[in-house]
């Protein structure tokens, strides 16, 4: 009981950190992480690839540092809050005494995820447990805003290199119902902004070519492609992440005026802006030509630009995703895990947003997107964003589980692994 609230108010206490964007107080963030792994005896490193973008790498070492390592990574920044459509202030992390909801901005996304990792950690310690492999704890700036000068520095430093990580873990979503959603690949941002140009003329005149006829056809033609792509998901025939999405996030055109915009105007400029996923076994080439074509082309004055591209392949055109079959030991051993700690694993995913774990694969490295809520309604980067405190303290009971299994994972000797392909 006791120690329950302990593990409660720490968790608390992470929450009321204010890290969300534009301003985030990553230093806050930094000297409690260090405070917390300090209590638990980890080695503390901070490492700031950019001035005041602190990021926290803990290490509890194994008996043998010579196998290859575990990282465990979370992001410390959370996203920005409309504080006053929240029911509770958003960094009060208010624990509802009926429910047990815990409210704040980070409950979900993925501050529980992190202090989970050391909460699990503080059992696997109490028990007298000893890590075979060392483990490391990343906590990284920046995930919300891209990750560039967060997990992209990192996995492409001297410092991650000398780790010899040989497994990620790294955030997933909530689940609705009883089963643990489990990822093993990400769909790539692909930001899109169309331009259009036409003739600009009197507001009352009908005629070809203005630059809002030529972009309304394009946004017709991409919310077919949408709906195309929203109806395979309503039908149940393939699973969000396995569709192409994409969203109109802006739309930008008219003449301003001091009462708002010209009105008697047709514009000579209209543009548009597309929040678009890509799936990695998609083809890349026939979406760009269909950009290209349908969505902006230069035959009705339009051009295109992308505010980000990421390929959904890595340097040998292969997809970016975690072997999810026996090639993949670090599979199976979660699957276990999770099933020895009384969790049930769902059918593996692709997420459908972007992680920093596409930074570790893009290394060529597995990494599995989990964070461990059943039961939990999906409101990350949403109003009234909560965990229930029961659901909390059950996660840190899976992740006891992951760590040991993983950081006592024996690799089989070469001529017993040759015997078991025979
Ligand atoms: C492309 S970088 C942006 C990363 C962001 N991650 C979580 O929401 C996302 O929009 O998916
Ligand atoms: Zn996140
Ligand atoms: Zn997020």
Sequence with gaps: EVEEEAIISRFQNYLRINTAHPNPNYNEAAQFIAAEANSLSLDTQTLEFLKGKPLVLLKWAGRDPSLPSILLNSHTDVVPAETHKWNHPPFDAHLHPS??????????????????????????QASGFRPLRTVYLSFVPDEEIGGHDGAEMFADSDVFRKMNVGIVLDEGLASPNE?????????SPWWLVIKATGAPGHGAKLYDNTAMENLIKSVESVRRFRASQFDLVKAGLKAEGEVISVNMVFLKAGTPSPTGFVMNLQPSE??????IRVPPTADEASLERRIAEEWAPATRN????FKQRVSVNDKFGKPVVTAID????????????????KGKLGKPEIFPASTDARYFRGRGLPAIGFSPMANTPILLHDHNEFLNKDEYLRGIGIYESIIKAYASYEEPRKDEASRAEL
């Excluded at 815990?102 to 699990?120: H, N, P």
């Excluded at 089963?179 to 769909?187: I, K, L, M, N, P």
């Excluded at 209209?270 to 929040?275: I, L, T, Y």
Aim: glycine fraction near 8%.
């Design 326 to 341: 026996s090639s993949n030991p670090w599979w199976a051993l979660l699957e276990e895990a999770i099933k020895s700690a």
């Design 179 to 187: 089963d643990y959603r489990v990822f093993y690949g990400e769909r």
């Design 270 to 275: 209209a543009q548009a802006g597309f929040d």
């Design 302 to 305: 339009m051009t295109f630009e």
């Design 99 to 124: 429910s047990g909801h815990i409210y704040a901005r980070g409950s979900q996304d993925m501050k529980c995820v992190g202090i989970q990792y050391l909460e699990a950690i503080r059992k696997l």
